[in-house]
Structures are given as structure tokens and as C-alpha cells.
């Protein structure tokens, strides 16, 4: 299971956007959006050392897109990903790290990026059975 099929069920942008947990922030929109964030952050702004602005709010703050053009986007990011790794070595280290904290392998960073996905899906089903009653699986 993905993000991508977790989510894609959405057709109503209201619902995708809709908070289903009040003392939350999340929503499967800004879920969608932050997967996308951390996929560039870890294998482009830290691995490659792309020195564009990042997202300072690590995506979790939406602009007006629509649902289907934040899972594109994440899609398109993911493919960026997998072709960075299959081009490198996984123990080649990583070009940038913020201030104090150690350089880590592109080993390091394929783990904790399957990781930060599963921890988020966990999120993405949640919502989705709060919102409709399905479950992910």
C-alpha cells in the first residue's frame, strides 16, 4: 500500500483537506504534501546537495493545490528518488547536513525515508477511516 492508493480515492478536495481528527493538523492533503517535502529534502537538498530553498514548513502548510496535483507531485518526486539511488552507491554520504548534526550514507537515508512513509501511511489510513470508514488494507 502507498500513499499514492491510500489517497487517490479522494474525490471531494473538502474532505481531502478536512481535519476527520479535531485535535490534529493533519489532513491527507498535507500528509501527501510533507511525504513529497521529505522525499526532496533527504535525496536531493541532503544527498545531491541542492541548494534551492527549502520548504521551511517541511511541507506541512498547503497552498491551493488540488489533491491530484499534490500526489502527482509526490509520485514525480518518488521517481526523482529511486533513479538518485539507483544511480549511487548506498554507502556514498550525503553532500549536506545542517549544522551539528553528522553526515549519514545514502543507506541511512533509503532507511529512514521507508521509515518517515510507513510512519505517515499509519497517518493516511487513520484519516481515511475517519473520514469514510475505510480501511487501507
Given at each position: 500500500?502507498?500513499?499514492?492508493?491510500?489517497?487517490?480515492?479522494?474525490?471531494?478536495?473538502?474532505?481531502?483537506?478536512?481535519?476527520?481528527?479535531?485535535?490534529?493538523?493533519?489532513?491527507?492533503?498535507?500528509?501527501?504534501?510533507?511525504?513529497?517535502?521529505?522525499?526532496?529534502?533527504?535525496?536531493?537538498?541532503?544527498?545531491?546537495?541542492?541548494?534551492?530553498?527549502?520548504?521551511?514548513?517541511?511541507?506541512?502548510?498547503?497552498?491551493?493545490?488540488?489533491?491530484?496535483?499534490?500526489?502527482?507531485?509526490?509520485?514525480?518526486?518518488?521517481?526523482?528518488?529511486?533513479?538518485?539511488?539507483?544511480?549511487?552507491?548506498?554507502?556514498?554520504?550525503?553532500?549536506?547536513?545542517?549544522?551539528?548534526?553528522?553526515?549519514?550514507?545514502l543507506r541511512?537515508?533509503?532507511?529512514?525515508?521507508?521509515?518517515?512513509?510507513?510512519?505517515?501511511?499509519?497517518?493516511?489510513?487513520?484519516?481515511?477511516?475517519?473520514?469514510?470508514?475505510?480501511?487501507?488494507y
Open positions: 500500500m502507498t500513499p499514492l492508493k491510500t489517497s487517490a480515492w479522494v474525490k471531494d478536495e473538502e474532505a481531502a483537506r478536512r481535519r476527520p481528527v479535531p485535535s490534529s493538523e493533519l489532513s491527507i492533503a498535507s500528509v501527501v504534501s510533507h511525504l513529497r517535502s521529505v522525499e526532496w529534502h533527504w535525496f536531493e537538498r541532503s544527498f545531491l546537495g541542492d541548494d534551492s530553498d527549502a520548504d521551511p514548513s517541511g511541507g506541512w502548510v498547503l497552498g491551493a493545490e488540488p489533491l491530484a496535483e499534490l500526489l502527482d507531485a509526490y509520485d514525480a518526486q518518488c521517481a526523482r528518488s529511486r533513479d538518485i539511488v539507483a544511480a549511487h552507491n548506498l554507502d556514498e554520504i550525503e553532500a549536506y547536513a545542517p549544522a551539528g548534526l553528522p553526515l549519514v550514507s541511512w537515508i533509503v532507511g529512514h525515508l521507508t521509515e518517515e512513509t510507513a510512519r505517515h501511511l499509519g497517518h493516511l489510513d487513520l484519516l481515511r477511516e475517519a473520514i469514510d470508514g475505510s480501511r487501507g
